[in-house]
């Protein structure tokens, strides 16, 4: 059974730092592109950042780029957000997940295969 759990999330202040973890199980990581995702209330999930199988590459959302880096150690099976400089925008639930779609449609919430269930991260003054 596979199973992603996500941990690491809180409530900050504007500028502060988070890192969130993604614990995997039942599947071998290295095989699968992981990503992160997040859901502001209201809001549809969006894509955050993802990196490549087996950790080659990584992909960033526009929103981010340049504050967040995600990270893996497929040897562990854990997924790793860092994430710097957080704004009151970053306020949402982040999910972790994994998939085996083409790099092309990496981005695309409906290509990813299996979820966590979410950690709430809060940035507030």
């Known amino acids: 059974q596979v199973q992603l759990s996500e941990s690491g999330g809180g409530s900050v202040q504007p500028g502060a730092s988070l890192r969130l973890a993604c614990t995997v199980s039942?599947?071998?990581?290295?095989?699968?592109?992981m990503g992160w995702f997040r859901q502001k209330p209201g809001k549809e999930r969006e894509f955050v950042a993802a990196?490549?199988?087996?950790?080659?590459?990584?992909f960033y959302a526009q929103s981010v780029e340049g504050r967040f880096t995600i990270s893996r150690d497929n040897t562990k099976k854990m997924v790793y957000l860092q994430m710097n400089n957080l704004k009151p925008e970053d306020t949402a639930t982040y999910y972790c997940?994994?998939?085996?779609?083409?790099?092309?449609?990496?981005?695309?919430?409906?290509?990813?295969?299996?979820w966590g269930q979410g950690t709430q991260v809060t940035v507030s003054s």
């Open positions: 997940a994994s998939s085996t779609a083409a790099l092309s449609a990496i981005r695309q919430t409906e290509m990813w295969n299996f």
């Open positions: 039942g599947l071998m990581v290295r095989n699968y592109h």
């Open positions: 990196s490549s199988r087996p950790g080659v590459s990584t």
